[in-house]
């Protein structure tokens, strides 16, 4: 079985090549994202490898279809990049890696709120610079700080635990509520009541139609003055014009985000020494309250391990035949 592997960076190479049946299973491995004027570089596949930023609208599937493609393999949790109705239209299964590593992502939400807090990050430029000055650096106490959770579901409620771990206050906001959370001493309330007592707040939805931008001008003026927003989740659940606007006026007071509404053809990418073409991500670096990673949330060993052995089964169950829960249900 041929696998067209889009995207590949060399650490998926890496993993990739060190669990895969060669005897059965070739993998192509292409630099570029999928799209409409690459999608011809899997002629002769019947599998497509994809990952968070590759597009696979309507016309990509239509393309992959008359190829000769039988079956989309994501190596991500996420399938917003994923026109389901078109892969269903053209009797091409869709299949995910719907849980890697939540506590992964969790980490790296907790390492963005403790490194815009207490500033290592600058802390550890100065130092090195024989700067031992401790202006500007001041933190506070998470101890006893409210932290509101949206979306608790895998990622979600690890995240949760970690905060509690620190002595937070916990609101949780999610549509599908589970109550069982509750016995921990969490307590599920409406967005808005979430947003208004929470001190930190921190977006572990997906991204979908109902979910876009469920950040924006209104929702912002909820929250409390001063308060911290994390995005470890999809960049398109924040706006970000209007969240600059909100960091302008010294109403939002750190933003740790490690997706970007605009991070395709951005992130996973070196543009060091380049001038980057993207004023809004330019001017929302400069800030010194706002810290960016590069959609790297998921990427421990750990992860890495497990995405590549799961989508390598889900690639294997297709082939020999054998149902996979981890196939996408067309909505
Ligand atoms: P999940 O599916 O386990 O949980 C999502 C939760 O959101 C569920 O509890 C669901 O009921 C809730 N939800 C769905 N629609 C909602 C709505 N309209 N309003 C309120 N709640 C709603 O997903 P998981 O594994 O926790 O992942 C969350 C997101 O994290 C993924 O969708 C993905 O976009 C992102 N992610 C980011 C990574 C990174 O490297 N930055 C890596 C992996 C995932």
Not at 156 to 178: E, N, S, T, W
């Amino acid at each position: 079985m041929n696998i067209a592997f889009f995207s590949y960076k060399s650490y998926d190479k890496q993993w990739f090549d060190q669990h895969v049946d060669s005897d059965n299973y070739k993998i192509n491995y292409f630099r570029v994202k999928l799209d409409k004027s690459t999608a011809t570089y899997a002629r002769g596949a019947d599998v497509i490898c994809a990952f968070v930023n590759d597009d696979l609208s309507k016309e990509v599937i239509n393309i992959l279809s008359d190829m000769g493609v039988k079956m989309i393999a994501l190596r991500c949790a996420g399938f917003n990049n994923v026109d389901l109705d078109a892969a269903a239209a053209k009797g091409i299964p869709v299949y995910r890696v719907p849980e890697y590593s939540p506590h992964a992502v969790a980490e790296h939400a907790v390492a963005l709120i403790l490194t815009l807090n207490r500033k290592t990050h600058k802390a550890y430029n100065r130092v090195r610079d024989g700067n031992f000055s401790l202006s500007r650096l001041t933190g506070f106490n998470l101890y006893g700080k409210t932290v509101g959770v949206l979306g608790t579901g895998k990622i979600g409620r690890v995240f949760a635990d970690l905060m509690h771990g620190f002595g937070c206050r916990i609101l949780l906001y999610d549509k599908f509520p589970d109550t069982s959370l509750e016995e921990k001493g969490y307590r599920y309330v409406d967005l808005s009541t979430l947003l208004k007592e929470s001190d930190i707040v921190s977006l572990h939805v997906p991204l979908m139609p109902e979910t876009a931008h469920i950040i924006n001008r209104e929702t912002l003026k909820l929250m409390k003055d001063n308060a911290m927003l994390i995005n470890t989740s999809r960049g398109g659940l924040i706006n970000t014009e209007h969240t600059l606007e909100a960091l302008r006026n010294k109403k939002l007071g750190y933003l740790g985000i490690d997706v970007y509404e605009q991070e395709e053809g951005l992130f996973f990418h070196n543009f060091q020494e380049q001038i980057i073409d993207d004023n809004t991500l330019a001017l929302l670096m400069s800030f010194p309250n706002v810290l960016v990673t590069a959609h790297q949330a998921f990427f421990t060993q750990e992860a890495l391990d497990e995405i590549t052995k799961t989508t390598l089964q889900n690639i294997q169950d297709f082939n020999e035949g054998r149902s996979n829960e981890n196939i996408i249900d067309t909505p």
